[in-house]
């Protein structure tokens, strides 16, 4: 079955980096496009970045561009996020999530990883 | 970008009585090439992620029991549980993936029993 474990969180200061992971397994990734979705704490779901099957092209939630790169290792099976000078407002969960259908990018979202906790705080 | 917005915010329903949430999108998720309507539906339960109950606005999932069911075109869709069962309890979202990848979710329902 579809699994996605998300690692790499943890606390960080204000301005600091951290850089998350995701072991997929379970299905074809370099076939599918993945996202990054975060929860802040008692809130709702904010996209962050998406990377097409291939990685061919990166996009960013206004958020965080400029200072997060998602990137992906089809010959890994593993997504990962670069975060930098992280915010406060960047305390959430990250959620490594994979679109239903391949390459085709219009659709919804069929697995989502358990989640890493990213606290930003001094 | 695409504002989602349910109703109601929270809902409170009895055992084995009918759930409704509404979600209205600020512009047409209908995408033109299918002919299909860009709007999902969420589970989450606390602790755990969101699970996928509904894609293409009325298409249950695999595995999804049969007393949820989505309809709706346009911008205006509804999620309904026929007969609310215990596990039912959770927050609900809705997503448009219309102007993916700049998507958007609902700010959620939480659902309880009365």
């Known amino acids: 079955q579809v699994q996605l474990v998300e690692s790499g969180g943890g606390v960080v200061q204000p301005g600091g980096s951290l850089r998350l992971s995701c072991a997929a397994s379970g299905f074809t990734f370099s076939s599918y496009g993945m996202y990054w979705v975060r929860q802040a704490p008692g809130k709702g779901l904010e996209w962050v970045a998406f990377?097409?099957?291939?990685?061919?092209?990166?996009y960013y939630g206004d958020s965080v561009k400029g200072r997060f790169t998602i990137s992906r290792d089809n010959s890994k099976n593993t997504l990962s996020l670069q975060m930098n000078s992280l915010r406060p407002e960047d305390t959430a969960v990250y959620y490594c999530?994979?679109?239903?259908?391949?390459?085709?990018?219009?659709?919804?979202?069929?697995?989502w990883g358990q989640g890493t906790m990213v606290t930003v705080s001094s | 970008d695409i504002v989602m917005t349910q109703s109601p915010d929270s809902l409170a329903v009895s055992l084995g009585e009918r759930a409704t949430i509404s979600c209205k999108s600020s512009q047409s998720v209908l995408y033109s090439s299918n002919n299909k309507n860009s709007l999902a539906w969420y589970q989450q339960k606390p602790g755990h992620p969101p699970k996928l109950l509904i894609y293409?606005?009325?298409t249950r999932e695999s595995g999804v029991p049969d007393r949820f069911s989505a309809s709706g075109s346009g911008t205006d869709f509804t999620l309904t549980i026929s007969s609310l069962q215990a596990e039912d309890v959770a927050v609900y979202f809705c997503q448009q993936y219309y102007s993916t990848p700049s998507i958007t979710f609902g700010q959620g329902t939480r659902l309880e029993i009365k």
């Open positions: 999530v994979k679109i239903r259908s391949a390459v085709i990018t219009y659709d919804a979202f069929d697995a």
């Open positions: 293409w606005a009325s």
């Open positions: 990377i097409r099957y291939d990685g061919s092209n990166q």
